[in-house]
């Protein structure tokens, strides 16, 4: 019988491909898993859009807060909104609304009482405050009635060409006696380089290729700048953003540094950007780049993803 999900800012779906399985990526076969979305929701209309334009069920626009579901559900999903919890921004208030979202998750805890949950978030989240607010959020959770584990993993160690943190908090039923193990790396030495996804330079779009002005700015910026993160190509990229539609060479934005002798820099076009989270190329993004580069940059990584629930479901069974 196959586990029903619920899927709580869902985005463009990175997490639902992962807990759905059945792609391929990087030459390697991510197995169908034994479940199925029964419900997905998001406030992003154009998010809804991409989601609906590659799974067969549909996702709907809505406000978490004004969603109370009637589907029965056996795991519940969801990467509630993270620029609260975001160490880059100092001017940030963790108690903002969105700092507060995580509440609307437990809420459909205490009234779906599915199975098991798996939430996401920044890595900043577990330091804010020194780290109280992330016991509060992790209570808030146990609360609800779940025995919670919680850790943080590197996309990088899963087979993803990525170097992105992101803590993970799992929880199950309390009455099913048993506590969450994550999944062990599948890349901890060997790691995917970013060489691996990239398109060749003859068919890089002049409009993602920076200007010899832009250039010879950077080399003239202050030396405290932050500038030209040119990736390592040998190596996973840095953490991408929904702020690559933006980037620059004076931003923290990774960038690509593809022929020396011509001093050629270039951003990533939207399908590497979608690689580097490890979606398959057949997931389809037809919106403008800033539109997807948003949505990418806040996606879940599936392949992670597909670790983590496909370990759960052995662990529920």
């Known amino acids: 019988m196959q586990l029903k999900i619920g899927s709580l800012f869902a985005g463009c779906g990175g997490a639902d491909l992962g807990s759905l399985g059945g ?34 069920h549909k996702a709907e626009i809505c406000d978490v807060k004004d969603f109370s579901p009637s589907a029965a559900i056996d795991i519940l999903i969801g990467g509630f909104p993270c620029q609260s919890f975001s160490t880059v921004n100092p001017t940030k208030d963790p108690f903002d609304e969105r700092g507060q979202l995580y509440k609307e998750m437990a ?34 959770f146990e609360d609800a009635g779940y025995l919670a584990s919680f850790k943080l993993l590197n996309a990088s160690d899963y087979g993803v060409p990525q170097k992105r943190q992101r803590v993970f908090i799992v929880g199950i039923k309390k009455d099913l006696g048993r506590k969450f193990e994550f999944p062990e790396p599948t ?26 002005r832009a250039v010879q700015g950077m080399k003239n910026a202050k030396n405290n700048m ?48 979608a690689r580097i989270q490890s979606f398959p190329d057949t997931f389809k993004f037809t919106q403008s780049d800033q539109k997807v580069f948003k949505q990418i940059g806040n996606a879940i990584p599936p392949v992670l993803f597909w670790h983590i629930m496909k370990t759960l479901i052995d662990q529920l069974d």
């Open 23 to 56: 792609f391929r990526y990087l030459g390697k076969k991510y197995t169908e898993l034994n479940a199925r979305i029964e419900y997905a929701v998001d406030i992003d209309q154009f998010a809804v859009e991409t989601y609906n334009e590659n799974f067969k």
């Open 107 to 140: 809420r459909i805890l205490r009234e779906s009482s599915p199975k098991a949950f798996i939430a996401e978030n920044v890595k900043g989240m577990m330091v804010l405050k020194n780290g109280q607010i992330f016991k509060r959020i992790v209570s808030e």
């Open 187 to 212: 890349t901890p030495e060997i790691k995917v380089p970013i060489s691996k996804i990239l398109q060749p330079i003859s068919d890089i779009p002049s409009r993602y290729i920076f200007s010899e």
């Open 226 to 273: 932050k500038r030209g993160l040119a990736q390592n190509l040998d190596e996973p990229c840095l953490t991408i953003t929904s702020h690559l539609a933006k980037a620059s060479l004076n931003s923290r934005d990774p960038v690509l540094f593809v022929d020396q002798s011509k001093e050629i820099y270039r951003r990533f076009t939207p399908r590497e950007a």
